[in-house]
């Protein structure tokens, strides 16, 4: 089985139904890579909506709610690792947190600039993951930089924290690969 097929099992398999009680457990089914890409591409997808609703008018608030759901999310995170776990878990918890606790920052970043519109930049210079399903597969995209994600192997490693100078250094690295250079 491949990292692709892994991952697009661990998207699919994503808890949709209680997530905070039903994530803990999903969380340790897959290789930790799988899973930091899933949690992304969910991401990605609950902020579009949030965002559709707001653009289309039919929730105004859709953002500040998904953002107090982060919130919440990222609080049962901390409780769990806090629990008898592995190593590996414990790493790969680690390196989830550091990615949501970003994610819940851009998010109040897009609150807090009003962004109400999927269409809005400061939404698409976001680091983002798609699933596409035309092409089965991973896409990532930052403005109009598009590249299918490329499942090299990345371990289960302790990941730093995201800084603006990370997120202007991921604009920069996009946008220079979409140019060819």
Known sequence: TSLLDKTRESIVTYPRDNILANRSKWFFQYPAQCVLAADLEVWTREVTKALEKMSQ????????????????????????????????????????????????????????????????????????????EDLDNLVVRQTNAQFIYGYEYLGNTPRLVITPLTDKCYLTLTGALHLHY
């Open 57 to 132: 008018g039919t929730d105004p608030f859709a953002l500040k709610y998904y953002l107090s759901f982060m919130k919440e999310q990222i609080d049962c995170m901390v409780d769990l690792v806090r629990t008898d776990l592995s190593t590996l878990q414990h790493t790969l918890l680690g390196a989830l947190i550091v990615l949501d606790v970003h994610a819940k920052d851009v998010v109040e970043q897009l609150v807090k600039e009003n962004c109400s519109s999927p269409n809005d930049f400061e939404w698409s210079r976001q680091l983002r993951y798609y699933w596409q």
